[in-house]
T-cell receptor, first 113, second 111 residues
C-alpha cells in the first residue's frame, strides 16, 4: 500500500518557467512533509519541509503548498533553472514517531535551457 | 565536514554469502536509517534507529538485520542475500527536529 504517491514519473519545463511537482498521501496521521532532491550517483539532499499547521512554506525559489483536506502537497520552483534537473522525492512522517519516514516514488524533472 | 559515509559503494556478490554494508556519521545524530531505492518504488525504509541499542523495522525489513552499538555506526547486514535484494541502498542520519542527511549510496548486485 503506497501511502505517499507521486503520480507523475517525469516532468519537463522550459528554463525560467514554473515547475510544479505534486504529491498525494493517504494517511491522515502524517503531520510533517519534506521534499528531497537527488542527482545521479549522489544521495538525496533535503530541500524544503512543511508542518501540517501551515499551508505554505517558502525558501527562495522553492515553495511547498499543503492542502490537508485533499491530502495533497505540491512543490513550486520559480523560476526553474537547468541545475534544478534532478529526481524529486516527497516524504511524510508522523512527528510523534520521529524514526519512520515514507517516501513517494519520485518525479524526474528536466529543465530545458 | 559533516557527512554520512557508506562502504562499499559498489558490490557484486553471490546468493547466500553474508555481507555487511557499513554506515558512519560524524554529526552525533541520534537517528539513523537504511533505505533501498528501486525503479518505480522510490525510497523504502528498511530499518531505523532512534538511538544506541534502539532499532525498529521500516516498511521492508525482511532479509535484513541492523545493529546500533555505537551512536556513529549503523551497519546493514544481509545474512543470506538473494537476488531480490539487488538494489541501491542509502544510509541516512539526522538530529532531533532536523531533516535527514544521506550517504552517497551503495549499489549491491546479488547474482
Amino acid at each position: 500500500d503506497q501511502q505517499v504517491k507521486q503520480n507523475s514519473p517525469s516532468l519537463s519545463v522550459q528554463e525560467g518557467r514554473i515547475s510544479i511537482l505534486n504529491c498525494d498521501y493517504t494517511n491522515s496521521m502524517f503531520d510533517y512533509f519534506l521534499w528531497y532532491k537527488k542527482y545521479p550517483a549522489e544521495g538525496p539532499t533535503f530541500l524544503i519541509s512543511i508542518s501540517s499547521i501551515k499551508d505554505k512554506n517558502e525558501d527562495g525559489r522553492f515553495t511547498v503548498f499543503l492542502n490537508k483536506s485533499a491530502k495533497h502537497l505540491s512543490l513550486h520552483i520559480v523560476p526553474s533553472q537547468p541545475g534544478d534537473s534532478a529526481v524529486y522525492f516527497c516524504a511524510a512522517t508522523r512527528s510523534s514517531n520521529t524514526g519512520k519516514l515514507i517516501f513517494g516514488q519520485g518525479t524526474t524533472l528536466q529543465v530545458k535551457p | 565536514e559533516a557527512q554520512v559515509t557508506q562502504n562499499p559503494r559498489y558490490l557484486i556478490t553471490v546468493t547466500g554469502k553474508k555481507l555487511t554494508v557499513t554506515c558512519s556519521q560524524n554529526m552525533n545524530h541520534e537517528y539513523m536509517s537504511w533505505y533501498r531505492q528501486d525503479p518505480g518504488l522510490g525510497l523504502r525504509q528498511i530499518y531505523y534507529s532512534m538511538n544506541v541499542e534502539v532499532t525498529d523495522k521500516g516498511d521492508v525489513p525482511e532479509g535484513y538485520k541492523v545493529s546500533r552499538k555505537e551512536k556513529r555506526n549503523f551497519p546493514l547486514i544481509l545474512e543470506s542475500p538473494s537476488p531480490n535484494q539487488t538494489s541501491l541502498y542509502f544510509c541516512a542520519s539526522r538530529g532531533l527536529n532536523q531533516p535527514q542527511h544521506f550517504g552517497d549510496g551503495t549499489r549491491l548486485s546479488i547474482l
